[in-house]
């Protein structure tokens, strides 16, 4: 079985600030990692993932995570973020059978003027 | 952009009624999953459908069902409806089993009162 920590409910910000939204999880097989974002009334659309391979990984919109397998993390980081940055995030993990997705619960990134 | 779309946007009905919510796929995609979303925290899977044959199944009861069409077209069928059952329902196609590139729909809205 797998499972997902999403350390922060709430992530409060100014613009132009670095943001960085924690994310544990634990799995007893090897695991693929995703990141999602929700705006208000809206899906999930797919942030960035890591499947293999190099363990920093960029997406879209300038965000990037850095898998840490010791530490069995994938936490996700922005530079600089906009108002538009503000949503929902969801860091997700597959593995096993790798049909479903398990979802943390959520962190609130709000960025503020 | 998604393909995915989902009828009705919003539903409400009554404990102990029977609802069905509807999801398009996007083109070429055979695989199509099914997530709840309960207020505040992070979707869970409900069921996967592959080829018109459920493919794997959440810790949900046998009152939610589903169905998928040879167009790959689906459905989700919950009949018994409880309170807790209110929530986002999200559909999300694929185009195969795994994963790693799913594509969501906005999602049917379902209050229960």
């Known amino acids: 079985a797998q499972s997902v920590t999403q350390l922060d409910s709430q992530v409060p910000v100014f613009e132009e600030a670095p943001v960085e939204l924690r994310c544990n999880y634990s799995s007893s097989v090897s695991v693929y990692l995703f990141w999602y974002v929700q705006y208000p009334n809206q899906g999930l659309q797919l942030l960035l993932k890591y499947l293999s391979g190099s363990t920093l990984v960029k997406g879209i919109n300038g965000f990037e995570a850095e898998f840490n397998k010791s530490q069995t993390s994938f936490h996700l980081r922005k530079p600089s973020v906009h108002i538009s940055d503000t949503a929902e995030y969801f860091c997700a993990v597959s593995g096993g059978s790798n049909y479903k997705l398990t979802f943390g619960k959520g962190t609130l990134l709000t960025v503020n003027p | 952009e998604t393909g995915v779309t989902q009828s009705p946007t919003h539903l409400i009905k009554t404990r102990g009624q029977q609802v069905t919510l509807r999801c398009s796929s996007q083109?070429?995609?055979?695989?199509v999953s099914w997530y709840q979303q309960a207020l505040g925290q992070g979707p869970q899977f409900i069921f996967q459908?592959?080829?018109?044959?459920?493919?794997g199944r959440g810790n949900f009861p046998p009152r939610f069902s589903g169905l998928q069409f040879p167009n790959y077209s689906s459905e989700l069928n919950v009949n018994a409806l409880e309170l807790d059952d209110s929530a986002l329902y999200l559909c999300?196609?694929?185009?195969?089993?795994?994963?790693?590139?799913?594509?969501f729909g906005s999602g049917t809205q379902l209050s229960v009162l």
């Open positions: 083109s070429g995609h055979n695989t």
């Open positions: 459908y592959y080829r018109e044959e459920e493919n």
């Open positions: 999300a196609s694929s185009l195969d089993i795994g994963g790693e590139k799913l594509f």
